[in-house]
């Protein structure tokens, strides 16, 4: 679990970044949309990015910013297979790790996906045309960072919490990395 937090730090950190970058990010999707002759449909995909990017980018500052939605996006999908395997998981968290992986899907269609408070990054979109068009896709990287948050919590708070738990007094195990507050160390030898 400590890796799958470390990893998600590190993805937050490049996150942050990206975030400092968001209008480069909105010109240099408005560019290539218009490169791609692309102007009347919104940002649909990360498969749509990567084809701007690879075909219609023609600028290092747009191709570099455009890539850091497309690596933070790789790494996220990285992190929910990772996610399966630190702990099987139950139906919730198991649909959280379902829903991220359905959102870093290549083709999914993420144009109706808004951030919500405490995520900002729609409302720096000021005109109607930005919103409809780009609030998806600025919506993408918070709002699966939300949902792994989301099942860190669930996971350490539902189902970990169980596997440390001694079952003869139902106190944390000494023998585990952490064990209950108070506990003497030698409790549960005999």
């Known amino acids: 679990m400590d890796e799958v937090v470390d990893t998600l730090g590190k993805i937050e950190q490049n996150y942050k970044l990206f975030q400092q970058q968001q209008l480069t990010f909105i010109k240099a999707l408005k560019l290539t949309r218009v490169e791609a002759n692309d102007i009347v449909r919104p940002v649909s995909s ?44 139950d139906s919730v968290s198991n649909s959280l790790v379902a829903k991220c992986k359905e ?27 930005a919103t409809d068009c780009y609030a998806g896709v600025v919506s993408l990287i918070p709002v699966v960072i939300g949902t792994i948050r989301e099942w860190i919590s669930y996971t ?12 003869k007094c139902k106190c944390e195990d000494p023998h585990l990395k952490n064990k209950a507050p108070g506990m003497p160390a030698n409790k549960h030898r005999n």
């Not at 992190?79 to 702990?87: I, R, S």
């Not at 350490?156 to 079952?167: F, V, Y």
């Open 156 to 167: 350490n708070k539902n189902l970990l919490r169980k596997d440390r738990e001694c079952s």
């Open 46 to 89: 990360i498969n749509q990015v990567r084809c701007y990017k690879d075909h219609h980018c023609y600028n290092s500052r747009d191709k570099h910013v455009l890539n850091m939605f497309i690596s933070i996006c790789n790494d996220l999908h990285n992190l929910c297979h990772k996610l399966e395997k630190v702990h099987p998981g």
């Open 103 to 129: 959102l870093l899907k290549e083709n999914n269609d993420f144009t109706a996906l808004r951030a919500t408070y405490p995520h900002g990054v729609v409302n720096y979109l000021s005109l109607a045309e």
